[in-house]
C-alpha cells in the first residue's frame, strides 16, 4: 500500500522558516517524482515544487525560487521542502504526492492531475 505522510508544519512568523517533510512508504522511491503543492480554501490546488527520485532534478514555481528548496532522501524515502524567507501568501495546506517518474518531469510546474498518491496535507500558516 502506498502512504505519504507529511510533517512539519505549522505557524511562524513573516520572515521565518519551515521544514516540511513528506516520508514515503509502499513503492521504489527512485522510481518516482515528488511533488509538493498547497490549497487554500475556495482555490486550486497549486504545484509548489517537484523532485525526480531518478535523476534529483528540481522544479520551483516563480513565487517560491530563491525561498524554498527540494531535497530528497532516497535511503529513508522522505523529501524535505526548506521554506524560508516564508510570507502571509505561503499560508495553505501543503500536501506532497507521487508519480512514476518520466522524463521531463521537473521541466514543467507539476499539476495536481498529474499525481497518483497523496499525503494528508499539514498547515502551514505565516503571520504578518
Known amino acids: 500500500e502506498v502512504q505519504l505522510v507529511e510533517s512539519g508544519g505549522g505557524l511562524v512568523q513573516a520572515g521565518g522558516s519551515l521544514r516540511l517533510s513528506c516520508t514515503a512508504s509502499?513503492?521504489?522511491?527512485?522510481?518516482?517524482?515528488i511533488g509538493w503543492f498547497r490549497q487554500v480554501p475556495g482555490m486550486e490546488r497549486e504545484g509548489v515544487s517537484c523532485i525526480s527520485g531518478s535523476d534529483g532534478s528540481t522544479y520551483y514555481t516563480d513565487s517560491v525560487k530563491g525561498r524554498f528548496t527540494i531535497s530528497s532522501d532516497n535511503a529513508n524515502n522522505t523529501v524535505h521542502l526548506q521554506m524560508n524567507s516564508l510570507k502571509p501568501e505561503d499560508t495553505a495546506v501543503y500536501y506532497c504526492?507521487?508519480?512514476?517518474?518520466?522524463?521531463?518531469?521537473?521541466?514543467?510546474?507539476?499539476?495536481?492531475?498529474?499525481?497518483?498518491?497523496w499525503g494528508q496535507g499539514t498547515q502551514v500558516t505565516v503571520s504578518s
Open positions: 509502499g513503492f521504489t522511491f527512485d522510481d518516482y517524482a
Open positions: 504526492a507521487a508519480v512514476l517518474s518520466v522524463p521531463g518531469i521537473t521541466l514543467r510546474r507539476p499539476s495536481p492531475y498529474e499525481y497518483d498518491y
